[in-house]
């Protein structure tokens, strides 16, 4: 099936209810400098072999190649943890990976030791080839808070910059993509919501962890917020 016929086929069993979440599917249009690729979390540690691999997480990545060039801007992040982060399960005495605590902040799912900083689990994929990326977001740094999206922290108030720094490129629309759809991508895609973006969540170019049903909330959410959820397929040069 081809793109176009794709997208009406879509659009009309949409109008029946018989795709779920379609009726978000219409075309994410590039606007030369006011459309922004984010890539997230493209790292060694949600890749197969990885701390923490996200199943069919390194399927992403010539998805991701193929969208770049459409793009003058291009951010990615990078999981950047502490030895011994609140968010590992291996910090708290009896706890064991996929139970969740409750910090300051509110409950928060514990994880297997991954992306600690300076490691070559927690390096981005070389394999990405996104040639005008020009920032670089850590999250997860500070010890005592997680970080999902790349926008916020965990606390919902420290602020990365990064809203800023878009707006200040005359950045309107962003399209996201990366590991894992229903954590980071999610968090990020629904505080761009919240910062005032247009937000496409590329699902082709995104894989789930999928942990007792987050995968369909993640959508869920999302599409509540107002995010748009496409395929590679359904995006087109304005």
């Known amino acids: 099936m081809n793109p176009i016929s794709r997208r009406s086929f879509l659009q009309s069993t949409a109008a029946?209810?018989?795709?779920p979440g379609a009726g978000a599917m219409?075309?994410?249009?590039i606007k030369p400098g006011t459309a922004a690729l984010i890539v997230v979390d493209v790292q060694n540690c949600f890749l197969e072999g990885g701390t923490l691999a996200v199943k069919g997480g390194a399927e992403v990545i010539p998805v991701i190649n193929q969208l770049a060039p459409a793009f003058q801007n291009i951010v990615v992040t990078q999981d950047w943890h502490t030895a011994g982060h609140a968010s590992f399960a291996s910090t708290y005495s009896g706890k064991k990976p996929f139970e969740t605590t409750k910090l300051k902040y509110g409950n928060q799912v514990l994880w297997p030791d991954h992306c600690v900083q300076g490691t070559a689990d927690a390096e981005?994929?070389?394999e990405l080839k996104l040639p005008t990326a020009q920032l670089i977001i850590r999250k997860g740094f500070h010890k005592d808070m997680d970080s999902y999206s790349a926008f916020e922290e965990a606390d919902h108030k420290t602020a990365t910059g990064l809203a800023g720094y878009l707006k200040a490129r005359g950045i309107k629309t962003v399209?996201?993509?990366?590991?894992?759809?229903?954590f980071c991508v999610a968090w990020t895609a629904m505080d761009a919501r919240k910062a005032g973006f247009e937000v496409y969540v590329v699902e082709d170019a995104t894989r789930g962890i999928d942990l007792n049903g987050s995968l369909a909330a993640a959508w869920k959410q999302m599409a509540a917020?107002?995010?748009?959820?496409?395929?590679?397929?359904d995006i087109q040069a304005a």
Not at 225 to 233: E, L, S, Y
């Open 16 to 19: 029946l209810g018989l795709v």
């Open 26 to 29: 219409a075309a994410g249009k």
């Open 124 to 126: 981005v994929s070389k």
């Open 175 to 182: 399209f996201v993509t990366g590991l894992a759809t229903d």
């Open 225 to 233: 917020k107002g995010v748009k959820r496409i395929q590679a397929a």
